[in-house]
């Protein structure tokens, strides 16, 4: 199975930016769809974007659509999320996700996580 690397993470002031990058090791990367997700204290882990596995696709949450821009090196076996223009909501725990269906049934892989925090 993979194992997912966060890192990246830290304080920045609001309208900063910040680059998070996920290593993978254990498989290639190219056999997972990844995704970044975020969790703030107290409140659920939720979605921020995600990429196809050859990098084609890309999806992103409302909040941070036009801020970020995730990418992916499956020659590196790394995944990025650039963010730009931070705000105070953006200060979570930052999380990796692999995922891979193999005969109907989907694996998902997560990091340990990368804080970011964000002050006004």
């Known amino acids: 199975q993979v194992q997912l690397v966060e890192s990246g993470g830290g304080l920045v002031q609001a309208g900063g930016s910040l680059r998070l990058s996920c290593a993978a090791s254990?498989?290639?990367?190219?056999?997972?769809?990844m995704g970044w997700f975020r969790q703030a204290p107290g409140k659920e882990r939720e979605f921020v974007a995600s990429?196809?596995?050859?990098?084609?696709?890309?999806t992103y949450a409302d909040s941070v659509k036009g801020r970020c821009t995730i990418s992916r090196d499956n020659a590196e076996n790394v995944v990025f999320l650039q963010m730009s223009d931070l705000i105070s909501d953006d200060s979570a725990f930052y999380y990796c996700?692999?995922?891979?269906?193999?005969?109907?049934?989907?694996?998902?892989?997560w990091g340990q996580g990368t804080q970011v925090t964000v002050s006004s």
């Open positions: 996700r692999a995922s891979r269906i193999i005969i109907k049934t989907r694996y998902d892989y």
């Open positions: 254990g498989r290639t990367l190219s056999d997972y769809d």
């Open positions: 990429i196809s596995r050859r990098g084609g696709s890309t």
